[in-house]
């Protein structure tokens, strides 16, 4: 079985919301929430539920921005402050492991090659399997009821 990487948002991609209006905020498709139940709203960067009484910002992001048409984008949570999840190689974080995944394969292309529903204590070994077709260039995961990209998956040569 192959070898794999689930890579975090970086910090960038909301860090600079935090200190913004509310109206500059809705201008940027993102608005601040304060979390109120745990688990529910899983951090893209730190690949971690947030924390009852955490600021987090909800914001549009586009997780599939290549010329294709699997050109997507959705709502993603990030927390304020977050850092980047550091994930091993064949590592899966306990916020994917304890939801229900889709997974999504797409080859060098930028089409979808593979997919698949499973619960998150399945996943490593379905993005392992996935990976031995050399087809597959990297994968997306998902948060299967509200639909959210989870992590980008990349195969470790």
Do not use: W
């Amino acid at each position: 079985m192959a070898d794999f990487h689930i890579k975090p948002l970086p910090a960038a991609v909301a860090a600079d919301l935090f200190g913004l209006t509310e109206a500059e905020l809705a201008a940027r498709q993102a608005r601040l929430q304060i979390v109120t139940e745990k688990p529910g709203t899983p951090c893209r960067v730190s690949l971690e539920d947030a924390e009852v009484g955490e600021t987090v910002v909800l914001v549009h992001h586009q997780h599939q921005p290549a010329d294709s048409p699997y050109r997507a984008s959705h709502a993603i949570f990030v927390r304020k402050d977050a850092k980047p999840a550091a994930v091993a190689v064949n590592a899966v974080p306990e916020v994917i492991r304890t939801r229900l995944i889709s997974l999504r394969f797409f080859d060098q292309h930028h089409f979808m090659v593979a997919a698949d529903v499973l619960p998150g204590a399945a996943v490593g070994a379905a993005i392992a399997q996935a990976f031995d077709d050399a087809t597959v260039a990297y994968g997306h995961l998902h948060y299967a009821k509200p639909g959210c990209f989870a992590a980008a998956v990349h195969r470790v040569a």
